[in-house]
């Protein structure tokens, strides 16, 4: 989603799409590809820390924050993937278009599920403590998960059933900018976007108030793990409202131009970064890096440290079996 060669909201600017010289296109990308593979880096470390200890696979609360972590891999990789392709090709075939845009769509959906989820199960181990384990089970998560994938596809269906029964096969095999406007171009579905996001953020919104607003009366036995998952909840509100510079995209463009008319290639550019890299860099450092027992392994495998008792017990085992 190239905002720094063209964006359909802007054109009544300019009809001419403008571009930019290939020194600037070659710097933004190599910042770009850069920061998608360091943030990828540290999202696959919390990965590979996940599934390398059992703790973190048996706990509810762990499964869903990778699986926030895998959504946001993929989120990022597709739109820095495409953000790539509309400098080289600058268009691309519909039908690749369309599997692109369903799987960022999707995985754009996912985040603020995922976060009323994490809100919930925190409510249940606060609120409900002696349930917790009987409600919260590794079972139900793996289901919630396909649950949550599934409403995330939802709002995508439509649109591809709609351009399927009305657009020509001949449009299929053209190319485009793959951008969601232009390829799932009927007035309908621009209106059914609109009220499908709000119907799911208000969904979200008030999961979060609901179990903030009981956690904070929870009883006061359980003062400090009531204040602690406060706290997290205010963290997943701060997540989705980073979520939502997704669709505030094109006001924040209009702002950013007029502040600085001249510089629309910059503008846009640095819209982009803050919709798409912003969000998905500071996903890990919210929750991975908050939480001292995913922190302490975290740091080992991210700075491919090696546990220096463990190697010299590995040593010596291997010595006493040569010997």
């Known amino acids: 989603m190239n905002f720094s060669a063209y ?68 989120q990022l990789t597709i739109a820095v993937l495409l953000h790539v392709v509309s400098y080289v090709f600058f268009t691309i075939n519909v039908s690749l278009c369309c599997v692109l845009l369903m799987i960022a769509i999707s995985t754009t959906y996912n985040t603020p599920l995922n976060l009323a989820s994490m809100a919930v199960e925190r409510y249940i181990a606060v609120c409900n403590p002696l349930r917790h384990a009987q409600i919260c089970t590794v079972r139900r998560t793996h289901a919630l998960i396909g649950i949550i994938w599934t409403l995330g596809v939802v709002p995508i269906l439509p649109d591809l059933f709609v351009i399927l029964a009305t657009e020509p096969v001949s449009f299929f095999h053209s190319s485009v900018f793959c951008n969601r406007d232009p390829v799932f171009r009927h007035p309908y579905l621009r209106e059914k976007k609109n009220i499908s996001f709000i119907a799911y953020l208000c969904l979200v919104w008030l999961t979060l108030v609901y179990t903030y607003f009981r956690i904070l009366f929870a009883a006061k036995a359980m003062k400090s793990d009531a204040r602690k998952a406060r706290n997290t909840i205010l963290l997943h509100a701060a997540q989705l409202c980073m979520c939502m510079f ?13 502040i600085f008319p001249m510089y629309v290639l910059e503008m846009r550019f640095t819209s982009y970064l803050i919709i798409h890299i912003l969000p998905r860099f500071l996903s890990p450092i919210i929750y991975g890096l908050r939480d001292k027992v995913f922190q302490k392994y975290f740091k080992r495998y991210l700075l491919c440290k090696v546990d220096i008792s463990i190697h010299q017990k590995n040593v010596s085992t291997v010595k006493s079996l040569h010997s």
Not at 32 to 50: D, E, Q, R
């Open 7 to 74: 964006n359909s909201t802007q054109s009544n600017i300019s009809s001419t799409p403008l571009r930019d010289t290939f020194a600037t296109a070659l710097t933004k990308n190599i910042i770009v590809v850069v920061l998608c593979i360091s943030i990828n880096y540290i999202n696959a470390t919390l990965i590979h820390t996940f599934f390398r200890h059992s703790i973190f696979k048996e706990n509810p609360r762990y499964i869903l924050f990778v699986h926030l972590v895998v959504n946001d891999m993929i």
């Open 246 to 258: 997704t669709y505030i995209g094109p006001l924040l463009d209009t702002v950013l131009l007029y």
